[in-house]
């Protein structure tokens, strides 16, 4: 099985808007809930059942999935870790990272 890290990048004029951010994860099937970690936070290797995507707030999250590059997620920018994917997270910098967590429920 392929594993596929999707990113999308923040390509707006304007700071991202959480309320706005909460109501597009919803309206797209995820259940949301609101995160900080401090600077050098960092979560080892570990899987989720469900599809999990992050969204920036602000602050700097930097994420590895098994054996593809990392990728630096930075204000406004999102991503999708596929369902039982392997993968790690820490905060890049000397700013907490503040961030969406949308759960998607069915199977990617």
């Known amino acids: 099985m392929r594993i596929e890290h999707l990113v999308w990048r923040w ?3 304007y ?5 706005h951010m909460r109501y597009l994860f919803e309206q797209a099937g995820f259940s949301v809930f609101q995160w900080a970690d401090q600077p050098g936070a960092f979560y080892g290797n570990h899987k989720h059942a469900e599809a999990q ?5 602000s602050g700097s ?9 990392s990728v630096i997620l930075e204000p406004g920018d999102r991503d999708l870790v596929p369902a ?6 820490r905060v890049i910098g000397e700013e907490p990272v503040i961030y969406l967590v949308g759960e998607l429920r069915r199977r990617f």
């Not at 700071?15 to 309320?19: I, R, T």
């Not at 995507?53 to 707030?57: A, N, P, R």
């Open 11 to 13: 390509e707006e004029v």
């Open 15 to 19: 700071d991202p808007n959480p309320a």
């Open 53 to 57: 995507s992050h969204w920036i707030i």
């Open 61 to 69: 999250m930097e994420i590895q999935i098994e054996t593809l590059e």
């Open 84 to 89: 039982n994917a392997y993968h790690t997270a």
